[in-house]
């Protein structure tokens, strides 16, 4: 239970602080993906190339960013199993531990 409040107080931080960030100034939202290319050109003066271009380019940018949150939803089931999975582990060992320990209590002294 406790770690349930943890883990809403930490998400309803999160929540607060991207509502103060977003409500003040002037915020460009942009992705990462052009930064690099800009840095490289700057670096070399515009002389480097590629080694390999892209197998398949996505048709359209909706396809590609249904493509990353497909990915990301993906990802997020397979983190999510495994928590779920060693929690729910963890809490049958700890089951066990205390049945074994009443079993212990309840048992007849040997004669």
Not at 15 to 44: C, K, Q, R
Request: hydrophobic letters at 45%; glycine letters at 8%; aromatic letters at 14%.
């Amino acid at each position: 239970m406790k770690l349930e409040y943890i883990t809403l107080v930490i998400i309803v931080a999160f929540i607060a602080a991207f509502a103060y960030v977003s409500s003040t100034g002037n915020h460009e939202w942009g992705g990462s993906d052009d930064m690099p290319e800009n840095v490289i050109n700057d670096l070399t003066h515009g002389s480097y190339h590629p080694w390999f271009n892209s197998v398949w380019v996505p048709p359209s940018p909706e396809i590609e960013s249904l493509l990353f949150a497909l990915q990301a939803a993906f990802g997020s089931l397979i983190i999510g199993y495994f928590l779920g999975y060693y929690r729910g582990l963890a809490k049958a060992r700890a089951a066990a531990t205390s049945e074994e320990q009443e079993g212990n209590l309840n048992a007849r002294p040997a004669r």
